[in-house]
Nanobody
């Protein structure tokens, strides 16, 4: 089992940027397919982005495509979510997640077995 810890959240004005980090420990990070999800108050957790084990393929929700970039540094056991052109509707708790293989259901939270505790992102208008 891998342990995940997110960091980098905070308060930012609309149009600004944040970079979230997801530090992994417990097993070789490159063994894991990684994703980012978010949950706004009163809403269900939703898919944001995902990346294959060595970064060869990335996937994005339509709502963030062109504004967010997912990446990873396996040597540092860390995944990242660069968020640019932030909007108030991006306000949510952001979670990183991992699974040991690619899944065609990567957009579903049920496809992931390991989760971090989340980091709050607040975008003011």
């Amino acid at each position: 089992q891998v342990q995940l810890v997110e960091s980098g959240g905070g308060l930012v004005q609309a149009g600004g940027s944040l970079r979230l980090s997801c530090a992994a420990s417990g097993r070789t990070f490159s063994s894991y397919f990684m994703g980012w999800f978010r949950q706004a108050p009163g809403k269900e957790r939703e898919f944001v982005a995902a990346i294959t084990r060595y970064g060869g393929s990335t996937y994005y929700a339509d709502s963030v495509k062109g504004r967010f970039t997912i990446s990873r540094d396996n040597a540092k056991n860390t995944g990242y979510l660069q968020m640019d052109s932030l909007k108030p509707e991006d306000t949510a708790v952001y979670y990183c997640a991992a699974r040991t293989s690619y899944s065609s259901n990567y957009y579903s939270e049920h496809a992931f077995g390991s989760w971090g505790q989340g980091t709050q992102v607040t975008v003011s208008s």
